[in-house]
């Protein structure tokens, strides 16, 4: 079966510091690789997604994501954090089926 | 452009009362979906849908059920509400099953 796993479960960052998420998946064949966000009281939002091409791929907000197909990995950075990225951060992956499979999400949060 | 819309925004329930959830989708998408969210447990599929008339089993569809009369509308149905299934509750469209996922506001519900 598919899974997602996120190693983060909370972060805590000053603003201006670096950030970097992890996520791995499990799947072997062809994947869709997609980060989420959900800030506080709002509904889940598409933060960047890779299908294919460039494995590094540019979001919203100056997040970007890289596909390390061997690693099976999909790590979220932005190199720089403001408060406003306080928020929860999902990883997720559509494997060889419709279903897309969640991790079990990161909180970030950033302090001024 | 509404996008996903649910109602209602929050509802108490007591055990073994019914209700439905309501989500409509604007954007002639094929696919919906319907999720539960749980603390630090990501996102967990209830039930989805291919098209009109055509519905799905999740990972968590126990105490759950859905109908698809129309491209618009993906009620989700709680027949005898159970205190395991106080969530927060998302709907979600794609065009087709391999993309980009679109969610409403959500449904806070409690279950007492």
């Known amino acids: 079966a598919q899974s997602v796993s996120q190693h983060n479960h909370h972060v805590i960052l000053s603003e201006a510091a670096s950030l970097e998420l992890g996520c791995n998946y499990s799947?072997?064949?062809?994947?869709?690789l997609f980060w989420y966000v959900q800030y506080p009281g709002q509904h889940l939002q598409l933060l960047l997604k890779?299908?294919?091409?460039?494995?590094l791929v540019k979001g919203i907000k100056g997040f970007e994501a890289e596909f390390i197909k061997s690693k099976f990995s999909f790590n979220l950075r932005k190199p720089s954090v403001q408060w406003s990225d306080t928020a929860e951060y999902f990883c997720?992956?559509?494997?060889?089926?419709?279903?897309?499979?969640f991790g079990t999400g990161t909180r970030l949060q950033v302090f001024p | 452009n509404a996008g996903v819309t649910q109602t209602p925004k929050f509802r108490i329930l007591k055990i073994g009362q019914s209700m439905t959830l309501q989500c409509t989708q604007d954007?002639?998408?094929?696919?919906m979906y319907w999720y539960r969210q749980d603390p630090g447990m990501g996102l967990k599929l209830i039930y989805y849908?291919?098209?009109?008339?055509?519905?799905d089993k999740g990972e968590v569809p126990n105490g759950y059920n859905v109908s698809r009369s129309t491209t618009e509308d993906f009620p989700l149905r709680l027949e005898l509400a159970a205190p395991s299934q106080t969530s927060v509750y998302f709907c979600?469209?794609?065009?087709?099953?391999?993309?980009?996922?679109?969610f409403g506001a959500g449904t806070r519900l409690s279950v007492l």
């Open positions: 997720a992956v559509n494997g060889n089926t419709d279903k897309l499979i």
């Open positions: 799947y072997g064949g062809t994947v869709n």
């Open positions: 979600a469209s794609s065009f087709e099953g391999r993309n980009i996922q679109y």
């Open positions: 954007m002639n998408h094929n696919y």
């Open positions: 849908s291919v098209g009109a008339g055509i519905t």
């Open positions: 890779y299908f294919s091409g460039d494995p």
